[in-house]
């Protein structure tokens, strides 16, 4: 099984500044933990992470041509305002989970759409960096 962890806008910036919201753990830290549940569920993984949507829509993109069976995906800021990677989502059609760091839905009232996860299976939020250990665990459990 392969997997692909997707990060949007900022999130290189964690541990460095909203560590009340976000934690004190840095984006290095949450690369660790991903790759730590990748290697213990015996699974071929990648993470990336970009600042500008079009990367991200074009990773979305080229997980359908390169075998990936899911994807985790925290698209940050861009959850709340990015239709191309909702339409990103549905063209490449794999499973995905969609991951927040924070409690996004007791924040701002702009924060409470997210485009992105109108394409996910699962959303997860609230539960910091163990999120993405959750997403993946479900992938596997569901997919393999
Ligand atoms: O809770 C999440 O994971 C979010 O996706 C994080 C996004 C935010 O826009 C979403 O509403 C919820 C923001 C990521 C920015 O990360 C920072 C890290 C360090 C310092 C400042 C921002």
């Known amino acids: 099984m392969k997997l692909l ?29 991903i790759e730590k549940t990748f290697a213990e569920k015996g699974i071929e993984g990648e ?6 949507e079009g990367d991200l829509v074009d990773r ?9 069976n899911g994807i985790v995906i925290n698209p940050a800021a861009y959850t709340h305002t990015s239709v191309a990677i ?3 989502l549905k063209a490449v059609m794999l499973p995905a989970v969609e991951v927040h760091i924070s409690d996004v ?4 009232d702009f924060r ?33």
Not at 17 to 23: C, L, S
Not at 60 to 68: M, N
Not at 105 to 108: L, V
């Open 5 to 33: 962890v997707i990060n949007g806008p900022n999130l290189n910036m964690l541990g460095i500044r909203e560590k009340n919201i976000y934690g004190a753990e840095t984006y290095e830290d949450l690369k660790h933990l």
């Open 105 to 108: 839905k007791e924040r701002e």
């Open 47 to 52: 993470i990336y992470q970009s600042n500008h």
């Open 112 to 144: 409470q759409i997210s485009y992105a996860g109108k394409a996910c299976v699962k959303t997860i939020m609230g539960k910091g960096f163990q999120g993405y250990v959750e997403a993946i665990e479900y992938l596997v459990e569901h997919y393999k």
């Open 60 to 68: 979305i993109q080229q997980a359908y041509f390169d075998g990936t």
């Open 86 to 88: 909702l339409d990103a």
